[in-house]
């Protein structure tokens, strides 16, 4: 597969990645052996990429991890975060707490639970509305000096956090939601990004599944699917959002390929410093996932047309959840 640098930080990664939330929470029950099935199958397939979070399942999704890469370590880029408080009952986190006390600690649990002496690429979750960003980098950059953390990223920052914390610590990587159907970052933050050097990782490639077309009916997601509590799936906005769905299903069988790959090749081919990672606990999946489509420049400007910005009906999260989002923003 091919290879790129995050932004200029040296960071090289798979050009798309493997997110593993999904695999531990948010998206219907557990399945922790295919879900290692689908880790090693990635690793056999070249994707190096691997992403997780101290939040997904509450240490759960770590642990996963740390087994499916046991054996397996030098192949992997090892990316976690941490700062994020999970929700009590399971939906969209809405607190933060990234005092700088706290980074060690949370660094070493994360470890502990990965079961390896060093993470290559540790995230701030989101930035904390009550913590200067650059006290929790500072503290971020100790890790580093330390040895237990070789990169630095932020999740959702905007282009004045991205500068501040940059000022403290070189930033190899911003992680937030970047899709056909989420385009906000292309107004003020992917411009932060080039002008300073730092990649971009794209969470929600696929619209949490909505873009691939296999969601048609929100009645049949299982009980404690995260997607029961986002606007975007409320029913009156799903379905204004089938249309979306429905041009993409036409756009694709007209170039061979699935939704998936083609809403994957559009993003590859928005930038070379662009690493999506798409989620899934499936190996039937993320094999469609990484045999993204070959796009043209008119494919490009023709996506680009009929998934202009703001074409999605609702929000990505919560009210509550959106405070934490600065991408929405354009400071």
Excluded at 80 to 102: H, I, Q, Y
Excluded at 149 to 156: A, D, P
Excluded at 187 to 198: D, K, Y
Excluded at 225 to 245: A, M, Y
């Amino acid at each position: 597969m091919e290879r790129r640098e995050l932004g200029r930080s040296g960071l090289t990664v798979s050009a798309i990645g493997l997110g593993c939330m999904g695999m531990s929470q948010s998206y219907g029950p557990p399945d922790d052996e295919e879900s290692i099935r689908t880790i090693h199958r990635a690793l056999d397939l070249g994707v190096t990429f691997i992403d997780t979070a101290d939040a997904y399942g509450k240490g759960a999704n770590e642990r996963l991890v740390g087994r499916a890469i046991r054996e397996r370590r030098g192949e992997v880029v090892l990316a976690s975060k941490f700062g994020l408080v999970p929700a009590p009952g399971g939906g969209p986190a809405t607190n933060v707490d990234a005092r700088p006390e706290r980074v060690r600690s949370c660094c070493v649990a994360s470890l502990e639970r990965l079961g390896v002496d060093t993470i290559d690429l540790y995230y701030l979750h989101r930035i904390d509305p009550n913590v200067p960003v650059e006290d929790t980098v500072g503290a971020m950059a100790e890790l580093v000096r330390e040895g237990k953390v070789r990169y630095l990223g932020l999740s959702e920052a905007g282009p004045q956090s991205l500068r501040r914390a940059q000022r403290v610590h070189p930033i190899a990587a911003l992680q937030s939601e970047y899709s056909l159907w989420t385009r906000d970052p292309e107004r003020a933050v992917l411009p932060a990004c080039r002008e300073l050097g730092i990649g971009f990782v794209p969470f929600s490639p696929l619209g949490r599944g909505f873009l691939t077309g296999t969601v048609t009916d929100t009645g049949t997601l299982a009980d404690n699917d995260v997607r029961r509590k986002l606007p975007r799936f409320e029913p009156e906005n799903f379905r204004k959002n089938q249309t979306l769905t429905d041009r993409l299903g036409a756009m694709a069988r007209a170039k061979n390929c699935s939704p998936a790959q083609l809403a994957l090749a559009w993003l590859l081919a928005k930038g070379s410093d662009i690493v999506p990672i798409p989620g899934t606990k499936r190996r039937t999946y993320l094999e469609e996932n990484i045999a993204a489509a070959d796009l043209t420049i008119d494919d490009v400007l023709a996506l680009d047309d009929t998934f202009p910005p703001g074409v999605a009906a609702g929000t990505r999260y919560p009210e509550e959840s959106m405070r934490l989002l600065e991408t929405e923003q354009t400071r």
